[in-house]
């Protein structure tokens, strides 16, 4: 299954693409390969999904300084994954200001 973003509208740029197109412009709702072709970061990024790329993506827009909310209806992110890896991975994306909100 895809993940899909919701961006919230936004008045910053990126300046390493150089781009100016107005976010009123933009989709409301990305899946993961759009995402990947948006003229500018957006301030806020909501995440739907909590598998691998979901938190992928996640993760990185939360390295760029984007405030994160991933929404998952399962009780932990990766469920497949060891608990430990997990729950390190949960601690460095809180730490960067990304939210993990149970659907």
Same mark, same amino acid.
């Given at each position: 299954?895809?993940?899909? @973003?919701?961006?919230?509208?936004?008045?910053?740029?990126?300046?390493?693409?150089?781009?100016?197109?107005?976010?009123?412009?933009?989709?409301?709702?990305l899946?993961?390969?759009?995402?990947?072709? !948006?003229?500018?970061?957006?301030?806020?990024?909501?995440?739907?999904?909590? *598998?691998? !790329? *979901?938190?992928?993506?996640? @993760?990185?827009?939360?390295?760029?300084?984007?405030?994160? !909310?991933?929404?998952?209806?399962?009780?932990?992110?990766?469920?497949f /994954?060891? /608990?430990?890896?997990?729950?390190?991975?949960?601690?460095?994306?809180?730490?960067?200001? /990304?939210? !993990?909100?149970?659907?």
């Amino acid at each position: 299954m895809m993940s899909y @973003c919701r961006l919230r509208r936004h008045r910053r740029r990126d300046q390493a693409r150089g781009q100016s197109q107005s976010p009123d412009q933009w989709p409301q709702h990305l899946n993961r390969d759009q995402l990947l072709s !948006i003229p500018s970061i957006p301030k806020t990024l909501i995440v739907v999904g909590g *598998g691998v !790329i *979901g938190v992928e993506y996640a @993760c990185m827009f939360a390295t760029a300084s984007v405030r994160v !909310i991933i929404v998952e209806k399962r009780p932990r992110l990766l469920e497949f /994954a060891d /608990a430990e890896v997990v729950e390190a991975q949960s601690y460095h994306m809180r730490d960067r200001r /990304a939210t !993990i909100a149970p659907e």
